[in-house]
């Protein structure tokens, strides 16, 4: 099973300061057809998560340009800018190169 | 308006078995494949399986593999998890989610297993 390991396990933010999540895959998520398969969700307090990020970098639809993806092979990183009380939550990242697929432990994000 | 809807959970004893319901709308179902995704309370979120679009292959996590099965039916817009051998620990919320990037999800239904 591909291992996804997140840092740090908590980040607490200034509202309009940004925050930078890290996500480190034990195999390389690159598929042979050229995508890498690596997303990042959102699931704020009491909530279903919700997609933010697909393919490294590209935004969701409806997601705010406050979030951007980026990295290649086995590391990825989220930053958020401008954090806004909104972006409270845990913050997941998911490979989805091959079954099982599998989750990072998930990055908490507090606001100062 | 993507909606999906899940239905069926409850509190069974172990050893019980149980059948969760999604119910997807303002989308064409038959196009996508279908997961399944469950949070224990207080943890992280875990992948237990998928469904192609045609019901032609079909994936299970380790945790889940011979005890869970899941289905779908097109013509009502429906895709299930049949839910076998209940364990304490499959006590969780379950998530069905919505194609290759998990764009849409479900509000979740509650699995309480306990004596």
């Known amino acids: 099973d591909i291992m996804m390991t997140q840092s740090p396990l908590s980040v607490a933010v200034t509202p309009g300061e940004s925050a930078s999540i890290s996500c480190r895959s034990s195999?390389?998520?690159?598929?042979?057809?050229?995508?890498?398969?690596l997303s990042w969700y959102l699931q704020r307090p009491e909530k279903s998560p919700q997609l933010l990020i697909y393919?490294?970098?590209n935004l969701a639809s409806g997601v705010s340009d406050r979030f951007s993806g980026s990295g290649s092979g086995t590391d990825f990183t989220l930053k958020i800018s401008k954090v806004e009380t909104e972006d409270v939550g845990i913050y997941y990242c998911?490979?989805?190169?091959?079954?099982?697929?599998?989750f990072g432990s998930g990055t908490k994000l507090e606001i100062k | 308006e993507v909606q999906l809807v899940e239905s069926g959970g409850g509190l069974v004893k172990p050893g019980s078995s149980l059948k969760l319901s999604c119910v997807a709308s303002?989308?064409?179902?038959?196009?996508?494949?279908m997961h399944w995704i469950r949070q224990a309370p207080k943890k992280g979120l875990e992948w237990i399986a998928l469904?192609?679009?045609?019901?032609?292959?079909?994936y299970y996590a380790d945790s889940v593999k011979g005890r869970f099965t899941i289905s779908r039916d097109n013509s009502k817009n429906t895709l299930y998890l049949e839910m076998n051998s209940l364990r304490s620990e499959d006590t969780a919320m379950y998530y069905c989610?919505?194609?290759?990037?998990?764009?849409?999800w479900g509000q979740g239904v509650m699995v309480t297993v306990s004596s």
């Open positions: 989610a919505k194609g290759t990037n998990w764009d849409y």
């Open positions: 303002g989308f064409t179902f038959s196009s996508y494949g």
């Open positions: 469904i192609y679009y045609d019901s032609s292959n079909k």
């Open positions: 195999k390389s998520l690159l598929h042979s057809n050229g995508i890498t398969y």
């Open positions: 393919q490294i970098s």
């Open positions: 998911v490979q989805f190169l091959e079954v099982p697929l599998t």
